[in-house]
Structure formats: C-alpha cells, structure tokens
C-alpha cells in the first residue's frame, strides 16, 4: 500500500545526538521557571496548545509559560520522559515527551483521583533543530492525556499500533 513513498528517516546511527536530546528533556522536567524552561526555544518557536489555540514566537509563548510557573505549574509536580524521538538528519528530529504529573515523593499521580482539574498527564510532539552544536525547540503540540479515549473510537484489537518507546530511527 505504500507504493513509492520514500522512508525520510536517517538510516544512520546517531548516538551521540540521542544523548543530547535526552539531555533536552531531561533539563525541562527539572526546570523551576519558564526562563529555564524555554531557555532552548528558539525565537520564531510555534506551539499549538490543547484548547486550539497556535502561539507564534517566543515573546507570546515565554508570557503564557511565565503565568503557569507562578500559577499552576507551580504547585504541580511534573516528571518528563522522552517516549520517542525520530531523526530524519543530524539536525533535525522529531520527539513525543510525557509529562507526567508527580506527587512529592516523585509518585506518578492518579488525575482522575484529584479534585484540582490543573492536574494531569500529556503527551508532546516537539520539533527540534540543532544550530551550532545546540538543540532548539523550532515547534510542538502537547496533548492532555486522557484513559481509554481513543478505546472508544478504535477498539485496542483493531489498532495497528503499538507503545511508543525511546529509539533511534535505524
């Protein structure tokens, strides 16, 4: 079925620039502020929010950042894991991070089982550009997660799919 398309990924191994975009991930889960959340955003970022709304540009996504670290973000612990990265070039990749959300003792926390509905899981697909020797996030999307959705558009036994996990594109 799919004819001539052509795979687009990279086919070699990129090791080193799996470590470094780990380290990306890793860096924003541990950030305290949106200044060192967005400290590799560039600045003609896009973002496409949940509720539908597209944020072009830096200035536009740091201020909405700002307001959720003094605001919710604040208060709600978060834990950031790369689920899957995707590299087409040594320059260019594509990654889902989950953020979930953690209680004190680094506890993934049940959303449905707390009153405060700021508190839940997502899913986000960034896009990252690396310009000399640095990561930039050039784009993304992030998604609340919620149980058993899709299970009721697409049953699990019919889905061709599986569980996204960390890799390189061989």
């Known amino acids: 079925m799919s004819g001539n ?52 540009g830096f200035d536009e996504l740091h201020a909405l950042h700002q307001r959720f670290f003094t605001g919710a973000m604040k208060t709600n612990l978060s834990r950031f894991t790369l689920v899957n990265l995707v590299l087409y070039d040594p320059c260019l990749a594509v990654v889902h991070v989950r953020r979930d ?17 700021l508190i839940f899981h997502e899913i986000a697909m960034y896009v990252l550009v690396k310009r000399d020797g640095t990561w930039w996030l050039a784009a993304g999307q992030n998604t609340p997660i919620r149980a058993n959705l899709l299970d009721r558009v697409v049953p699990p036994e019919n889905m061709n799919s599986r569980e996204l996990v960390p890799r390189v594109a061989a």
């Open 5 to 56: 398309r052509p795979n687009v990924w990279s086919s070699t191994s990129h090791d080193r620039e799996f470590e470094e975009i780990e380290a990306f991930v890793t860096l924003l889960g541990k950030s305290i502020d949106a200044t060192d959340f967005n400290r590799q955003f560039a600045n003609d970022v896009v973002w496409g929010s949940p509720s539908g709304y597209v944020i072009s």
């Open 101 to 117: 959300a953690i209680d004190a003792e680094d506890r993934i926390i049940d959303p449905a089982a707390q009153p405060d509905p």
